[in-house]
Structures are given as C-alpha cells and as structure tokens.
C-alpha cells in the first residue's frame, strides 16, 4: 500500500512552465512504474508520462518535448517538469502507481490562460 501527495500544479501563462511533485509514502525503490496522468473537465483521464526503475520513459505524443518526467528513489519521489505549457495542457494532475492495487494521488489543478 502506498499514499501518494500531489504539489506544484497552479496558474501559468503560456508558453510557462510548472514541476510538479508527487511524494509516495513509501520507498519507491522497488516500485516498477510510477506515472503522471490528467483529466480536463469532460474528458477521459489520459496518461501523460511514466517511467521505469530502470529510468525509461514514455511520453504521450502530445507533451513530448515538452515535459520531463524524473524520479529520485532516495526521496521517494517523482517529478513532472513541464515547459512551454500551452491552454490545452489545463488538468488536474494524478500521480499514478500500479502495485498488486492501483493507487491515485489527490490530484494538483494546473491551468494555463493568460
């Protein structure tokens, strides 16, 4: 079992960028897959990125080159940066891991208007 705490998201301009942090209640060492998704209002929730112990990544195509996703296993945490955040990129923010359970963050709002 694993809780997961969601920061960071907030309101950004264009062309701005936010990083945003999901801290597990556990090591994340042994855990496999830890992944970003989000959800706008009438939508599906869409994953976004993930990424391996061993450090791969996968990116949805509509964020590649955009956002980063990194862990750091001694802090028990993930990271989403995102750059150049465009209106379409407005969500909320969940944090993801997938044990014997699947398991969910709180979610953290990011949208970008000007």
């Not at 830890?34 to 976004?48: C, F, I, N, T």
């Not at 112990?53 to 964020?63: F, K, M, P, Q």
């Not at 750091?72 to 997938?98: F, G, I, R």
């Amino acid at each position: 079992q694993v809780q997961l705490v969601e920061s960071g998201g907030g309101l950004v301009q264009p062309g701005g960028s936010l990083r945003l942090s999901c801290v597990a209640s556990r090591s994340i060492f042994s855990i496999n897959t830890m992944g970003w998704y989000r959800q706008a209002p009438g939508k599906q929730r869409e994953l976004v990125a993930r990424i391996s112990s061993g450090g791969s990544t996968y990116y949805a195509d509509s964020v590649k080159g955009r956002f980063t996703i990194s862990r750091d296993n001694a802090k028990n945490t993930v990271y989403l940066q995102m750059n150049s955040l465009q209106p379409e990129d407005t969500a909320v923010y969940y944090c993801h891991v997938a044990l014997v359970s699947s398991y969910w963050g709180q979610g953290t709002q990011v949208t970008v208007s000007s």
